[in-house]
């Protein structure tokens, strides 16, 4: 009888930024490399290179504690810009093999290569031709895991970082992960950690064994998928469309700790026009709003507002996003570190069927013609009163506001 094994592709560019840093400037390779913000700028790590994070040098760590446990690191600020450019033509690599991508964030997308073996050969010998395609096309590698589900591929593609390939033969997806430890298991990060551990539960095949109901019991639904991606058991197909992004935020962290109320609002009306534009460019509106704030002390709060309708313009996200924050700022004191904001709950677009226009499609008629012109000429091209502001504070490059940290949407 004729059986089709399904075979996931998990691609995940290594230590991204840095690479593509590499790729400009050969002389960085082999050296102690942080992309985060240049010398004497504040924020976090975007991306150390491996040799730094020997150091314990990681994403997400300030760049004060980054420059104490290694001074001899070289800090570059970064070209964002750069980054989007390869992500794109990164993309565009994958998708001339299968139509049924899913984008996860800049520089990982899983692939469903199921059936095309007649096409392309053994899947490990395409996953190869991939793997060349990038490093001579785009100066940088990927690594690549292939498995039955796509959570045994993610698995097995940091597994073999870097520029790693390894296969999981079809059915041997649960023996593969069960002697691993959990914390490699997606969807487990610092926050479930401690309770896996109050479980004995220290390999994903423990969690594997575990009684679903029990995992229901603490985990709630999320114990059912945990359940099931222990098993290497696929619980959201790959579709042809990009699976529905959760979320789009900007943040920034401000040159200077700052309780000046006119530039923090002008940052977050740019913040929220970016993600506005973004929210538009995906044809997606949202569902709620959410404002970020790190005090000078790095205490952090998050403040939601949800939209009696979804909304996508630019007024919408700024406008709720300005209430939460002016409520925080009237009632405390301290200087803001870090500002950003979100949306969440995003759903598509719907065509307009309503023959009168409304403000509110006003507004989204002027925000799409913004969005092109700034598609082509970049966006300090034309710009509101509010955020001119800025161009005293940040420097400008190809036509976009440069600040600290370049934020991502997750
Ligand atoms: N990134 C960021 N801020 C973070 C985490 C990541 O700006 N807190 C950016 C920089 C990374 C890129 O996203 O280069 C991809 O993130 P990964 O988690 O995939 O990490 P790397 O690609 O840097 O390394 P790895 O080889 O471990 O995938
Ligand atoms: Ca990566």
Request: aromatic share 8%; with cysteine.
């Amino acid at each position: 009888m004729f059986s089709i094994h399904p075979r996931h592709f998990a691609f995940d560019l290594d230590c991204f930024f840095v690479a593509v840093e590499r790729a400009q400037d050969p002389s960085l390779n082999g050296k102690l490399v942080v992309v985060g913000a240049a010398p004497g700028q504040r924020g976090v790590i975007a991306c150390a290179s491996y040799e730094a994070r020997a150091f314990g040098l990681k994403a997400g760590m300030p760049l004060a504690q980054a420059r104490r446990l290694c001074p001899q690191a070289i800090f570059l600020q970064g070209h964002f810009d750069r980054y989007l450019e390869v992500s794109r033509d990164f993309m565009a690599i994958l998708q001339e093999y299968s139509p049924f991508i899913q984008p996860m964030g800049l520089d990982e997308a899983y692939l469903d290569m199921t059936g095309f073996e007649s096409l392309y050969g053994p899947p490990a010998e395409v996953a190869m031709r991939i793997k060349a395609r990038v490093r001579n096309e785009l100066k940088v590698t990927v690594s690549v895991g292939i498995a039955s589900s796509k959570v045994t591929a993610k698995v097995a593609s940091d597994a073999c970082k870097p520029d790693g390939l390894l296969e999981v033969p079809p059915g041997g997806d649960a023996a593969f992960l069960a002697p691993r430890p959990i914390e490699e298991l997606p969807g487990v990060g610092e926050k479930t950690l401690p309770t896996m551990r109050r479980l004995s539960i220290h390999t994903i095949g423990n969690l594997a064994a575990t009684d679903p109901v029990v995992l229901r019991c603490v985990f709630g639904k999320w114990g059912d998928i945990l359940h099931l991606s222990a098993n290497g058991i696929e619980h959201s197909p790959i579709t042809e469309a990009p699976a529905a992004q959760k979320s789009i935020s900007r943040e920034t962290t401000f040159p200077h700790d700052t309780h000046d109320i006119p530039f923090i609002k002008s940052t977050l009306r740019y913040l929220a026009e970016r993600v506005g534009a973004e929210l538009r460019r995906e044809e997606m509106r949202a569902r709620h709003v959410v404002l970020k704030l790190r005090w000078d002390d790095f205490t952090t709060l998050t403040r939601h507002h949800t939209f009696r309708q979804p909304a996508d313009t630019d007024e919408a996200i700024y406008d709720s996003g300005l209430a939460l924050l002016l409520k925080e700022l009237s009632k405390d004191p301290r200087q803001v570190r870090l500002i950003g904001i979100g949306v969440g709950g995003l759903t598509p677009r719907e065509r307009q069927l309503a023959l009168m226009e409304s403000p509110t499609e006003r507004y989204q008629r002027l925000a799409l013609a913004l969005d092109s012109i700034r598609d082509k000429y970049g966006y300090t091209a034309i710009q509101r009163g509010l955020t001119f502001a800025l161009k005293e504070e940040f420097p400008e490059e190809h036509g976009r506001y440069l600040l600290a940290t370049a934020a991502l949407s997750r």
